[in-house]
C-alpha cells in the first residue's frame, strides 16, 4: 500500500496533482483489495510531530503572555494570530505534518477570537449569561457577542481555503454553531425554555453530520484527506446531536413520567446512536453519548441498592466492557446491521470489509 503521507508531500511539492495522487490511492486500493485499517486516523508520523506541537503551544502560550505584560490585549493577539499563520505555512503547507499543524491552527482560531472580543469590549464576551437572564443584558451584548464567533468563523474559513487543513473543519462547525447561536439571540433575545437552544443544537448539529456524510460519500474507500474532513466534522457533530437528543428526551419523559424514568431512556437511545454509527462506520458519535451512558449505569447500579463507591466502579468497568465489544465486533456488527440494508444504499455508504 502506497504511504498517503508521502503522497501528500509529493503534491505539496508539485512532483504530482492532487488528481494523480487520488488516482494512485485508487489504483492501490484495487490491487491490495479492501485495506485492513477501517476509520484510519492520521495524526502523527513520528514522535518528533509531538515535540514540535509542544513547541508551537509552548510559543503560542509565550508571545500572548508577552503581549499582556506589555499591555497590548488586542493587537498582540493578532500578531499572535499571524505568528501562528507563518507556522501554519511551515507545518500545514510545506512539511504536511499533522499534529503541529492542529496545534497551530488552535491557536491562531484562539488569538483570532480574543483579539475581536478585546478589540469591541476589552474581554470576552458571554452571551450564555444573557440566555439565562436576558432580561439583565446590556442589548449592545448581543451584537458584540456575535462578533466574536463570526470573525473567527471567517478567519477559518480562509485558513481552510489556504492550508486545506481538515482539522480546520472542527474549528469552522463549532464557530459557525456559535454564530448562529448568537444570530438568532441577537434578533430573539428571549431564548430559553424546554426546547429553544436544544432545538437550534439539534438542527446545527445534524447539518454538520450531513456535510460530514458528504465527504465521507466522495471517499468510499477512505483513502484521501476527504476522509480525515469527514471524521473532524464527524467529531464536531455528535456531541451537539447526541447532547440534544438526550435533553430533549430527558424533558419529555420528566414532563410525564418523573426525572427518574426518564434517566432509562438513555439506554434505547444509545443503541439508536450505536446502529447509526454502525451504518455510517463512525465510532464518534458513541464516544459523545459515553458519558450520558456511563450515568445511566450509575442510576441502574443505585436502583439496586448499590452503594455510590461501588456503583462507580461497576459503572466503569460495565463502560469498559461496553467499549471492547463494540471495538473488537464492529465489523461483523456492522455487517449484521448492513445485511438488510438496500444494496442501492450500500453502494453509496463506506465500504463494508
Known sequence: MIDPQILEKAVAQKIITREQMEA?????????????????FRLISGFNDVFLALGVLLLAGGIGGVFQVWGLETWGAFASAAGMWLLSELFAARLRLTLPSITAATAFAFFIASGVSALTVGEWVSFSLGLENPEEANPNDRYLALAVPLSTLGAMLVYYARFRLPYSLFLIAFSTYF??????????????????????????????????????????????????????????????????????AFEAIRDN?????GILIVFPV?????LVALIVDRRAVLVAALSYLGFAFAFVFNEIGTDAGSAFLY???????????????????????????????????????
Not at 24 to 40: C, F, N, T, V
Not at 257 to 261: L, Q, R, T, V
Not at 319 to 344: E, F, K, T
Request: charged content about 20%.
Open 179 to 248: 454564530s448562529v447561536l448568537a444570530g438568532i439571540y441577537l434578533v430573539w433575545p428571549d431564548l430559553r425554555g424546554s426546547y429553544g437552544l436544544t432545538s437550534i443544537t439539534l438542527m446545527v448539529g445534524i447539518l454538520i453530520f450531513l456535510a460530514a456524510m458528504a465527504y465521507d460519500l466522495s471517499d468510499r474507500e477512505r483513502m484521501t484527506r476527504r476522509s480525515d474532513s469527514a471524521f473532524w466534522l464527524h467529531l464536531a457533530a455528535a456531541p451537539l446531536i447526541v447532547h440534544s437528543v438526550m435533553m430533549m
Open 315 to 353: 459503572t466503569i468497568v460495565t463502560l469498559g466492557l461496553s467499549v471492547i465489544v463494540l471495538g473488537v465486533g464492529w465489523r461483523p456488527l456492522r455487517r449484521i446491521v448492513m445485511a438488510p440494508l438496500p444494496s442501492a444504499l450500500k453502494r453509496r455508504l463506506p465500504v463494508l470489509h
Open 270 to 274: 444509545f443503541l439508536f446512536l450505536t
Open 24 to 40: 494512485l490511492l485508487r489504483l492501490a486500493a484495487e490491487r491490495d483489495g479492501p485495506s485492513s485499517e477501517d476509520e484510519r
Open 257 to 261: 413520567a418523573g426525572e427518574s424514568s
